[in-house]
């Protein structure tokens, strides 16, 4: 069965602080990505990754920054949390592009920054 | 620039009716379309994917089709239960470079 796991399901942080999110797949899947998702928003893409070290930015980079030094594991960070971005994180991976890009979710990060 | 729409209010139905909910689109060529579940605190989950030359798809209860001239997906579930409750998210790709563009989803509530 596909997997894919997230470091925490629940996270308090303070203003200012560096954050860690941690995404793992054991599917050995090329690609992986990270979204949040707010409501009434949906799902809004932060970064995608095609392969290992490599990184592109999604519709909403501003804040963060990714790194994939081993194919099944995507990290997020957050150089200096803010307030607004409080909200829930989902990291994703799917398999080299067959036409269908279907992807496998984490069960999700809710992040609160204070 | 691209726009997709679901229904942002909740559909509530009866148990054993078929629910049937929508997805729009606009400014976007799709090659093909995926719905996803949502369970509340947990990850989308993968249901059906539709391609554009597809005009119906089916999965058990599930139906999905795909009219690419009204720009439109239909997602339909026929006898629901309650256990079908759960939030419904549409996904149009190729987005360039393996990416999906999500909806916001339309929550469904299936009452006894």
């Known amino acids: 069965d596909v997997k894919v796991t997230q470091s925490s399901r629940y996270l308090v942080k303070r203003t200012g602080e560096k954050v860690f999110l941690e995404c793992v797949q054991d599917?050995?899947?090329?690609?992986m990505f990270w979204y949040r998702q707010d409501p009434g928003l949906g799902l809004r893409l932060i970064y995608f990754?095609?392969?290992?070290?490599?990184?592109e930015k999604g519709d909403i980079p501003e804040g963060y920054s990714v790194s994939r030094e081993k194919k099944e594991r995507f990290s997020l960070i957050l150089e200096s949390a803010s307030t607004n971005q409080t909200s829930m994180y989902l990291c994703a991976s799917s398999p080299p592009t067959q036409h269908t890009d279907t992807q496998y979710f984490g069960p999700g990060t809710r992040l609160t920054v204070l | 620039s691209q726009k997709i729409e679901q229904n942002s209010e909740a559909l509530n139905i009866q148990e054993g009716k078929t629910a049937t909910l929508t997805c729009n689109y606009t400014n976007y060529s799709p090659a093909y379309l995926q719905w996803y579940r949502q369970d509340p605190g947990r990850g989308p989950v993968f249901l059906l994917l539709i391609r554009e030359n597809e005009k119906e798809k089916r999965k058990e209860r599930l139906k999905v089709t795909f009219d690419t001239t009204l720009k439109q997906s239909l997602f339909h579930i026929t006898a629901s239960q309650p256990a079908d409750s759960a939030t419904y998210l549409c996904a149009l790709g190729p987005g360039g470079g393996n990416k999906l563009t999500f909806g916001t989803g339309t929550q469904l509530k299936v009452e006894l």
């Open positions: 599917m050995d899947h090329e690609n």
């Open positions: 990754s095609y392969d290992v070290k490599m990184k």
